[in-house]
């Protein structure tokens, strides 16, 4: 595929992440909207409208409330899937073996097992996947990581990765209803347990049930845990402890921990995960960030930009001034993703799926020691947990409704 021919996109899932990848995609040269998908029938007409908005003509987009029937479309090069969690896995492998190239949201997967899946079919069926943590491609991330692979922090023996997220609340106590016209429940919970709906479980507030997803650790935690692991170029812990739950909104409706502190043990380091809703006051005075805590300094860094902080008596002179952020991360990220589906240079990814199913699986690792009350512990020869129970508990997530994770 050369640089002058046309890539065209169908979008599965818009009302959030999807459609700001949808919009990102649009401002690189050659990219075409051809296909959306929705099973809520009011965000996918607004969808529309917005494109009409943009000077997209729109008599050229087909919608579906099936995603199967998007991947049945013949002219699609590249699927974007903005779906809630628990649909990452399935719809990427199933992308992929239509012969789509793929970008997916984080998390890529909602389970250790998935992750794994979604690997294999990305190699089985050689297509581009792109992880959709846009971080990777934001040029202050790269440069502090490459002070962190300088040195001059010294030893790091610690590093701190914190969210503290004041806006985002888990949604009220409210009865059980019929779902809204216009939405497709059942294909919304497609292999998620059959429940009755709920609009306190439903868009936004998905993400604080575990039929769905894996509450703040895998929302915001895949983008930050991702530096920390980087920047230590670290692969999985040896030891996993977690300690959390709902203190902060007992009345409000959620699964997932409002408050979660998970503490990784790795060869010669600790990385500690902290998060909470509802409040900004985390670490060093920033509502998020990674810290590398060297012997000689510490750097922090964030969505804001990154500084370091000398350590007091250090004789390594390791002050630096603060670097702000300049670019955007999303749009950076596509340009880099539309550059390998023309290439076909996999190794040019910011964020292949490898990439991001390597941090998916450490941040449901923290999410498993919680749920399970056990501080746990990975076999590495083995590449899973050494408690089998654990691993027949929480390693795969079970799918429901006729739906079954392809075997690669």
């Not at 190239?101 to 097992?113: H, L, R």
């Not at 971080?135 to 790091?156: E, I, K, N």
């Not at 040896?238 to 300690?243: D, G, M, P, R, S």
């Not at 500690?272 to 750097?299: F, K, Q």
Request: net charge neutral; charged share 25%; glycine share 10%.
């Amino acid at each position: 595929m050369s640089a002058a021919d046309q890539i065209n996109v169908g979008a599965i899932g818009l009302n959030g992440m999807g459609w700001a990848d949808l919009t990102s995609a649009l401002k690189v040269p050659g990219v075409r909207v051809v296909a959306l998908c929705d099973v809520d029938r009011n965000v996918l007409d607004r969808r529309m409208r917005d494109l009409a908005k943009m000077n997209v003509d729109t008599s050229k987009v087909s919608t579906y409330g099936d995603y199967r029937k998007l991947l049945e479309q013949k002219d699609i090069d590249v699927v974007i899937i903005g779906t809630p969690d628990h649909w990452h896995a399935l719809i990427m492998i199933e992308a992929c073996q239509a012969g789509k190239d793929v970008y997916v949201e984080k998390p890529v997967g909602n389970s250790i097992g998935e992750c794994r899946a979604m690997i294999a079919a990305q190699q089985k069926y050689k297509r581009v996947v792109q992880a959709g943590q846009w971080q990777r491609s934001q040029q202050h991330f790269r440069d502090a990581v490459d002070f962190v692979y300088s040195g001059q922090l010294g030893p790091v023996r610690t590093v701190k990765v914190w969210c503290y997220q004041g806006w985002m609340h888990p949604g009220p106590k409210v009865p059980d209803s019929a779902p809204p016209p216009g939405v497709d429940y059942a294909a919304w919970l497609g292999p998620a347990p059959q429940r009755s709906f709920n609009a306190s479980r439903y868009h936004f507030n998905f993400r604080w049930f575990w039929d769905y997803a894996g509450g703040l650790m895998t929302d915001w935690g895949v983008h930050l845990l991702d530096y920390g692991l980087l920047g230590m170029r670290a692969g999985v812990p040896k030891t996993i402890a977690a300690l959390g739950g709902i203190f902060a909104y007992p009345d409000m409706y959620q699964e997932t921990p409002d408050t979660l502190t998970t503490l990784y043990e790795f060869d010669g380091f600790n990385l500690v995960w902290d998060h909470a809703l509802g409040i900004d006051n985390g670490s060093y005075g920033r509502d998020h960030g990674i810290a590398y805590i060297g012997n000689n300094g510490t750097l922090i860094l964030n969505r804001g930009g990154w500084e370091v902080i000398e350590e007091k008596g250090s004789k390594h002179k390791v002050v630096k001034p603060f670097v702000a952020v300049s670019d955007n991360g999303t749009d950076k990220h596509w340009i880099n993703f539309i550059d390998v589906v023309r290439s076909r240079k996999m190794e040019d990814l910011h964020c292949s799926i490898q990439d991001g199913a390597h941090v998916a699986t450490v941040a449901q690792m923290g999410n498993i020691s919680l749920r399970s009350g056990r501080r746990l512990d990975w076999d590495r020869g083995a590449d899973k947990f050494s408690d089998e129970k654990i691993n027949a508990d929480y390693f795969m997530k079970e799918y429901h409704n006729g739906y079954k994770l392809p075997q690669i």
